[in-house]
């Protein structure tokens, strides 16, 4: 299994809060993403990242923001939480081209965001 | 467009059945082509990984196929367990991009009954 951690795992709140979703990796992955996934849905990347201080928004519009100040860590940050960001949210890994295969993605469990 | 397509939607079958599913793609230029297993309220798990060469590639009972003239893949699961129940996944990779881009199917939600 991979060492790819996300906390929580899931999470109510009421519409105007600010939220966080942690995301760890403990395998020196250079790149980091994030994806938003509804039911019965495919996985729509949001934010990607190459490495520390470089973030990339992705194909899906988001309100989101993220950062990398550290390889391991790429949390993700709602300002004010509105019931239309109500999603699965997952993050994801993967090394640096010649580490391996180039884009063998590891994913972690997952958050389950409600927004009321 | 790059797009990824499955079928069936749905699946239920009996434990101890076989059965197969489906994945057509439109991606290009082509790098290679991932089935992933989902776990419901869990993050996808990598079942096998299939480059242009290769058209075939087994992982226990699961057995994935690749045609990459035609732009299909199969994957085919072997005496069936209740713990196959997931969402079956479909991902292709392009070769065009440094990012390593992955384009994902909808999956195919499979259940295995008792």
């Known amino acids: 299994e991979a060492d790819i951690y996300q906390t929580p795992r899931y999470l109510v709140i009421g519409t105007g809060k600010k939220i966080t979703l942690e995301c760890s990796q403990t395998?020196?992955?250079?790149?980091m993403y994030w994806y938003q996934q509804d039911p019965g849905m495919e996985l729509h990347l949001i934010h990607y990242?190459?490495?520390?201080?470089?973030?990339e928004k992705g194909d899906l519009s988001s309100e989101s923001t993220v950062s990398r100040i550290r390889t391991e860590h790429f949390p993700l940050t709602l300002e004010s939480a509105r019931p239309s960001h109500t999603s699965q949210y997952l993050c994801?890994?993967?090394?640096?081209?010649?580490?391996?295969?180039?884009?063998?993605?590891?994913f972690g469990p997952g958050t389950r965001l409600t927004v009321l | 467009k790059n797009q990824v397509e499955q079928s069936p939607q749905s699946l239920i079958i009996l434990e101890g059945k076989n059965c197969t599913l489906q994945?057509?793609?439109?991606?290009?230029?082509?790098?290679?082509l991932r089935w992933y297993k989902q776990d419901t309220g869990r993050g996808p798990v990598s079942l096998t990984i299939?480059?242009?060469?290769?058209n075939t590639k087994s992982n226990g009972r699961y057995t994935a196929t690749l045609d990459a003239d035609t732009k299909q893949s199969s994957l085919h699961i072997t005496a069936s367990q209740l713990s196959d129940s997931a969402s079956y996944i479909c991902?292709?990779?392009?070769?065009?991009?440094?990012?390593?881009?992955?384009?994902f199917g909808r999956g195919t939600q499979l259940t295995v009954w008792p």
């Open positions: 299939m480059t242009f060469s290769e």
């Open positions: 994945c057509n793609y439109t991606v290009s230029p082509f790098s290679n």
């Open positions: 990242s190459y490495g520390v201080n470089s973030t």
């Open positions: 994801a890994s993967s090394a640096k081209s010649g580490q391996g295969v180039r884009d063998e993605q590891f």
């Open positions: 991902v292709v990779s392009d070769r065009g991009s440094t990012l390593g881009r992955l384009y």
């Open positions: 395998m020196g992955h250079d790149k």
